[in-house]
C-alpha cells in the first residue's frame, strides 16, 4: 500500500514542477489565458500598456504622474593603464607581475563639479595608477576584489573631482600576468 501511494506521491510533485515551470516561463496570465481561464486581454491593450510602461506615449499614467525620462549619463573613457603589481611566488618570495585594466568611468553631468572632471582627467589616471600599484594579486581574486577595485577607484575619482558626480567605474577587460 505505500509503495503505491509514494508513486502516486512523486508524479503530483513532478506534475507541480511543471506546472511551476511553465507558469514561470511564460507569466501567470499566459497560463491562465492557455487553459482558457482568464487572460482575455486584447492585443491593443496590451500595446497600449506597454507603451505607457515605457514613457514612449508621452502621456501620464494611470496614477496621474508623467513618466520617468531615462537619464544619459555621459561615460569618460580612459587609455589602458598598464602597472605592476606584487605576487607571492611558489616558494614565497616577491614576484612582479603586470596588470592592464581599461575602464570607463560614468558620470553625472547634471551635478555639480562634473565639468571638473574632464579637466582633471591626468590627475584621475594618475591617482588610479598610484592605487593600483600597491595592490597586490590576491587582492583582485574573486568577485570580492573586482568590487573592491570598482569602489576604491570611485572613490579616487571623486575626491580628485572634489564632486559626486562620478556614478560608477566599468570594468572593460582586466588581465593580470
Known sequence: MKKPLAILAVVLLCLLAGL???TLAIGPSGLLEMAGLGGEETAEETVE??????GEKGGEDDHGAKPKTEVKMPVMPFPEIIVNVTDTGPQGGQTSRFLKLNMLMVYDETAE?????VAREIYLRDSFQ???RQLHVS???GSYGLAMLKTELLRRARAVGHTDAPHEILIADMVVQ
Do not use: K, W
Request: glycine share 16%; aromatic share 4%; net charge negative.
Open 113 to 117: 563639479g562634473a565639468e571638473r572632471l
Open 130 to 132: 598610484d592605487f593600483l
Open 20 to 22: 511551476g515551470g511553465v
Open 139 to 141: 587582492d583582485l581574486s
Open 49 to 54: 500598456t506597454a507603451e505607457n510602461d515605457h
